[in-house]
């Protein structure tokens, strides 16, 4: 999505180890917060002290989330507790998470089950008090940094997919594991809310997804699919530093369809067709900017360009719910010699340099190139690509809540839609 369309939006597109605003301090002989630390704090952790965050948390029942972490850190006695500690807090949220999501267990709170904004929040706090901690033992910027990763990680659902069995299953269908291979293998990946400070109460469709669908196993006219998701952030640094690779790279050579997902445009679903190698600039949740060609491993063969290979014809003309779904084929070029960006609705032209791919120049679109580039480089033939949802939008008339019923209905929507998209996708490849 490029800036433009981005700032005419209420809300725009989308999105490893953590990027820091600033150099954490030394460690010091305290356990605890460390109040001279507050500076290390990011700019995403800072809109934790906002009212609607701190509602999010409690109506969501995550509240405690971050406390019994920070509880948790205070009673490890070694780097390797603290180590342990960080992965069970954080493969626990991300559990939680998705169990709440699917209906399992008490809802804690009054949100609808299939918000996402919980999920985010509740990480944020965790982030931050592992940021702040001084334990008495001691510990370098560089362990710290190495939590930080495994929390991020474990968290989103990035290093738990495809487990050697399941606890979950949907359409009355029992969980895949590895060993059946009678079962397709779907992945797909969200993202976290965004563009935080024009509004906070925003929630992403995508990452709602991704929640309700992780582990799931749907019926296909080709036989039963078990979807595994995971959410990454959007953040330009992590991208660079190669979150989206690091967590595919093991997975696409498993699966039989992949599609990466992310907010889109107003009332409508896009299957994109074309992904450009360029980053447009529009700031990310730590307000980073950033305007330059994708940065990937071995950039001297890095194309300008790659391609989705979802079956586009067969899910635009299936009936997969309320929002229609369009084949977008138009790109943003400058065309091979030229210096000025055109748009060529038909797709990039020989030659050209990329600067908006269909779903624009952010996140959506970079973790569409680099899952289709690692694809590509990886000589795998397996069908993916990306699809961009409409925007989540609130009820009419509502400046201040939280939620209300259209916002629900509209996010429960999207949900069953983009499920039917993937279903589609499944039976035709």
């Not at 953590?18 to 700019?43: E, I, N």
């Not at 019926?219 to 690779?245: C, H, L, N």
């Not at 943003?332 to 609705?345: F, N, Q």
Request: proline content about 7%.
């Amino acid at each position: 999505m490029s800036p433009i369309r981005a700032r005419s939006m209420v809300i725009g597109a989308l999105l490893a180890p953590l990027a820091l605003t600033g150099p954490l301090p030394a460690a010091t002989a305290s356990a605890g917060p460390d109040p001279a630390a507050a500076v290390t704090v990011t700019a995403e952790e800072r809109r934790l002290d906002r009212a609607v965050p701190q509602e999010i948390l409690r109506r969501g029942g995550f509240d405690t989330v971050a406390p019994r972490f920070a509880g948790a850190l205070k009673d490890a006695k070694s780097y390797r507790q603290a180590e342990r500690a960080v992965q069970r807090h954080g493969a626990g949220l991300w559990e939680r998470a998705v169990d709440r999501a699917q209906g399992r267990g008490p809802a804690a709170g009054d949100l609808s089950r299939d918000d996402d904004r919980p999920l985010y929040w509740a990480r944020l706090g965790m982030t931050k008090e592992l940021r702040q901690w001084r334990p008495a033992f001691g510990m370098t910027d560089r362990q710290r940094a190495r939590l930080l990763d495994r929390l991020e990680r474990s968290s989103r659902g990035q290093d738990s997919m495809w487990p050697t069995g399941s606890r979950k299953s949907g359409d009355g269908c029992a969980g895949a594991g590895r060993g059946d291979r009678d079962v397709k293998r779907i992945v797909m990946t969200g993202f976290d809310p965004f563009t935080l400070d024009r509004d906070v109460r925003i929630s992403n469709p995508s990452g709602a997804t991704a929640l309700a669908l992780d582990g799931t196993v749907i019926r296909t006219a080709d036989g039963p699919a078990r979807i595994e998701t995971a959410v990454f952030p959007v953040r330009w640094q992590d991208f660079a530093d190669g979150s989206v690779e690091r967590t595919l790279r093991g997975q696409l050579s498993r699966a039989d369809l992949f599609t990466t997902v992310s907010q889109g445009r107003p009332g409508r679903i896009d299957i994109e067709r074309t992904n450009g190698a360029w980053r447009g600039g529009f700031p990310d949740n730590e307000n980073i900017s950033r305007t330059e060609t994708v940065p990937v491993a071995d950039p001297g063969s890095q194309p300008q360009w790659t391609s989705s290979t979802l079956p586009h014809t067969a899910i635009v003309a299936a009936a997969t719910g309320r929002f229609p779904v369009y084949d977008n084929t138009s790109v943003k070029e400058i065309p091979a010699g030229g210096t000025t960006p055109v748009t060529s609705p038909a797709g990039p032209t020989p030659g050209s340099t990329a600067r908006e791919g269909g779903g624009g120049n952010y996140l959506s679109n970079e973790i569409a190139y680099r899952a289709t580039l690692l694809r590509d480089r990886l000589g795998l033939t397996v069908p993916g690509g990306h699809v961009h949802t409409p925007v989540l939008e609130f009820g009419a008339g509502n400046t201040t809540e939280i939620t209300d019923p259209a916002f629900v209905r509209n996010r429960l929507d999207i949900i069953a839609q983009v499920r039917e998209i993937i279903r589609v996708a499944a039976a035709e490849s």
